[in-house]
């Protein structure tokens, strides 16, 4: 979600661990479901923080 985003040029993560890390980088191969990114687009309408 936060990749797709058009004014999102980088993630920040908290990795604490090299395995959290690895899980991390290589979820940029994750591909969510149109539906999904509806829905989710519909709960980030009613709460906004801290980008509308």
Do not use: W
């Not at 004014?7 to 959290?20: H, M, R």
């Amino acid at each position: 979600f936060v990749t797709k985003r058009d004014f999102v040029t980088s993630n920040i993560i908290g990795a604490t661990s090299l395995d959290q890390l690895k899980e991390n980088i290589s979820s940029i191969n994750c591909t969510l479901k149109e539906e999904l990114m509806d829905d989710i687009e519909k709960v980030h309408k009613i709460f906004t923080y801290p980008c509308p």
